[in-house]
């Protein structure tokens, strides 16, 4: 009998007809086009989140019904492994970083206070350096037979992503932000355990580009760089100023930093890296849901979804999400 292989990732190719995803979503319609500068990342480092939050205030479900939680057990609710957010009918959207090491049929979605079994993960095959730019997608089973909701978050579309030295982020600064997710409280992040309690929470935050550039360079004077998006729950002034805000924090994989536009939460990022020392909070780095990697995954993602089982075998999806 030929050994059973088991499906984890889909390395998504660039394929033909790569500005559908783009119309359906009613994206900007300018053409993404590539600025050949590039931010110098040579002396930045990413470093994993430790997924805790400090003074961050409990919120519900109910609040945030598109919320959810990756748990690495078909049968339990542990080990909590990150936070995700429902975009679509049956897709999740979390930190690449933290399905990278997972197994799909070990995987379950807790959503809306039920449990789904993943079916496939999509990651970039154009990875970016140590994945601070990196969405990873969760496409979970459905019974089609089931009636069912699927609460959503919005995509933020306002912004066209024209360069990778993130000049067009500046564009986005202005909103009022917030980040939601699963974190433990403060004082328990090195003590890993699989019974943690992992809390959804939210934070307002600020989101700029001088912040982790000034920030971290000035906590380690030996790197420079990080001059990627990141969020803090001060300004930079603040910071300077040693505020009492700037002693809150929420760093959770794959937490959900939402904008809130004309009077709408909508889907901004997610959380992907983030620095810690013992006596300060620092910025938390998320990666912005507008890259061509993020757009090109998400039609990968639908197609697998949108399979009916009768042009390939379940858990084989490489050449569906290859093809036009």
């Known amino acids: ?131 601070f730019d990196d969405i990873g997608f969760i496409v979970v089973e459905d019974d089609k037979s089931v009636k069912r909701d699927w609460p959503v978050i919005q995509l933020i579309d306002s912004v066209n992503r024209t360069d990778e030295s993130f000049a067009w982020f500046s564009e986005l600064v202005s909103y009022k932000y917030k980040v939601v997710g699963y974190a433990m409280e403060k004082g328990y992040e090195h003590i890993p355990s699989q019974t943690d309690q992992f809390n959804l929470t939210e934070l307002n935050v600020v989101v700029s580009m001088e912040l982790c550039p000034k920030i971290l360079k000035f906590i380690n004077k030996r790197r420079s760089g990080f001059a990627v998006p990141c969020y803090h729950s001060c300004t930079l002034q603040e910071h300077e100023k040693n505020n009492d805000r700037c002693y809150n924090y929420h760093g959770v994989e794959g937490g959900a930093v939402i904008a809130n536009v004309m009077g709408y939460n909508k889907l901004m990022g997610v959380a992907t890296w983030g620095p810690y020392v013992p006596n300060y909070e620092l910025p938390v780095g998320f990666a912005v849901v507008n890259s061509e990697n993020f757009f090109e995954d998400f039609r990968c993602a639908t197609k697998i979804r949108d399979d009916n089982g009768l042009l390939i075998t379940k858990g084989y999806y490489q050449t569906l999400c290859n093809s036009g």
């Open 1 to 131: 009998m030929l050994p059973v292989l088991v499906f984890t990732f889909i390395h998504l190719q660039m394929a033909a007809g790569s500005t559908d995803i783009l119309e359906s979503l009613n994206f900007i319609s300018n053409p993404i086009m590539r600025n050949a500068k590039k931010p110098d990342l040579t002396f930045t480092f990413f470093p994993d989140l430790l997924n805790y939050q400090a003074n961050a205030v409990p919120v519900t479900e109910a609040q945030h019904p598109w919320i959810a939680r990756v748990v690495h057990s078909r049968t339990a609710d542990v080990p909590h492994m990150c936070t995700a957010a429902c975009i679509a009918e049956a897709i999740f959207i979390t930190s690449s970083r933290c399905i990278h090491y997972l197994k799909v049929n070990h995987t379950t979605i807790i959503y809306m206070s039920k449990r789904f079994d993943a079916l496939a993960f999509v990651i970039p095959s154009k990875p970016t350096k140590q994945a």
